[in-house]
């Protein structure tokens, strides 16, 4: 975790668990949470990148298969600084998927043929490196800890509910009154909301340092928006109308693609301004 920022929210989400925990179990809930919660910072980030590739039914491809996306990962790993430049796979779906695992040691990448299909080379590379930007900043590690900071949180807190409605809890301070009540019942809602707004913290910030290494915010916004429009078609194919719904933006992982699109422009016309160009990134 490199940034102290993106640590905050996740020390908010610990609060709101530990809370949880003491108002469950006392002070002993309270330290047995913390306990857990400082294991789960250091063991979460080391899960192989190869188990999430896995579960996403992704299947590894050699460069030989695959060389242009190859010669892409191993360039801008380098220049991201990586140990080693991550393993590509393919994923089978219909929708135009790019997704990553792993740290700076260890990682993966992951393609769909939708995703390859629609995107020009210039695109592609630029998504790449918005995925080796999450990698490098150690992202997946820091959304997985989110992740199950927010799931402990919904269990601890619903246990405590259903404890109180059938009258078996015995708080520390007494009986459990209306506000312990309503905490308990908004603690979830809350930690989910703080896990969203770092997810698309995070999304910005892989935008950004894209931009850094590649010089190039126009492709990286091109591919947004090209990304955005296979998949609406997609959902909306396979769901209806209900497939083209839009969610409030406390209740989206990644911001609205027209607000990165707007960001990348801007960084684009600064970036005029300054005289860098897009060649630059290609040497």
């Known amino acids: 975790m490199r940034y102290v920022p993106n640590v905050l929210p996740l020390l908010a989400m610990a609060v709101i668990l530990a809370v949880c925990g003491w108002i469950v179990a006392g002070a002993p809930g309270m330290a047995g949470v913390l306990l857990g919660v400082l294991a789960l910072f250091l063991i979460a980030p080391q899960v192989p990148p190869e188990l999430a590739m896995k579960i996403g039914h992704a299947i590894p491809l050699t460069a030989w298969q695959a060389p242009a ?50 995107l020009s080379e210039r695109e592609l590379r630029a998504v790449l490196a918005h995925e080796i930007a999450h990698i490098a900043a150690d992202d997946i590690g820091l959304m997985r800890v989110a992740d199950i900071l927010g799931r402990i949180t919904s269990f601890v807190a619903t246990f405590g509910l259903l404890t109180a409605l059938f009258g078996g809890l015995v708080l520390p301070a007494g009986a459990m009154s209306s506000g312990v009540v309503w905490f308990l019942a908004l603690a979830p809602t809350s930690a989910t909301l703080l896990q969203l707004a770092l997810m698309r913290r995070r999304e910005y910030a892989a935008d950004e340092e894209s931009v850094r290494i590649t010089h190039d915010p126009v492709a990286l916004a091109y591919a947004l928006q090209k990304i955005e429009r296979a998949s609406r078609w997609t959902l909306k194919r396979m769901l209806g109308d209900a497939g083209g719904v839009e969610l409030p933006t406390a209740l989206r992982t990644h911001p609205h693609t027209k607000d990165r699109i707007e960001r990348l422009m801007r960084l684009s016309g600064a970036m005029v301004q300054s005289g860098r160009t897009i060649s630059g990134a290609r040497k």
């Open 69 to 118: 996306p190859y010669h892409d990962l191993e360039q801008l790993a380098r220049r991201f600084g990586l140990e080693a430049a991550p393993k590509l796979h393919a994923v089978k779906t219909e929708a135009p998927v790019v997704f990553s695992s792993g740290n700076g040691k260890r990682s993966a990448v992951a393609l769909s043929a939708a995703a390859c299909s629609i």
